[in-house]
Nanobody
Framework: VQLQASGGGLVQAGGSLRLSCTAS????????VGWFRQDPGKEREFVAA????????YVGDSVKGRFTISRDNAKNTVYLQMNGLMPEDTAVYYC????????????????????WGQGTQVTVSS
């Protein structure tokens, strides 16, 4: 499956963005999807994940209450709605997919996912 992340940009603190991860090549509904972010020189950080058919979602502690993940399998797309953005949210955001879904203890690990998109830059100004 090929993944294409989009929707990044420059936004002021307190603003919102919606990222999209669109898949092609396989039946997307059979894949769990995660969003990660990475700043230069830092480790890739888990942001959120969603099971197949919206059967469950998981959100990282640093974005809980501000970010929401959802999916529309008819459009082969997973969304990351980001509200209340802060300068520390600045990073390149990547979407990733795995057939099925990682075991719960591994949801937040980048190496649990087999397919990755190219990333989209999110910059939050203060």
């Amino acid at each position: 499956v090929q993944l294409q992340a989009s929707g990044g940009g420059l936004v002021q603190a307190g603003g919102s963005l919606r990222l999209s991860c669109t898949a092609s090549g396989r039946t997307f509904s059979g894949y769990g999807v995660g969003w990660f972010r990475q700043d230069p020189g830092k480790e890739r950080e888990f942001v959120a994940a969603v099971r197949r058919a919206n059967a469950g979602t998981y959100v990282g502690d640093s974005v809980k209450g501000r970010f929401t993940i959802s999916r529309d399998n008819a459009k082969n797309t997973v969304y990351l709605q980001m509200n209340g953005l802060m300068p520390e949210d600045t990073a390149v955001y990547y979407c990733a997919a795995k057939a099925g879904f990682p075991i719960l203890s591994a949801v937040r690990r980048p190496d649990s996912y087999d397919y990755w998109g190219q990333g989209t830059q999110v910059t939050v100004s203060s």
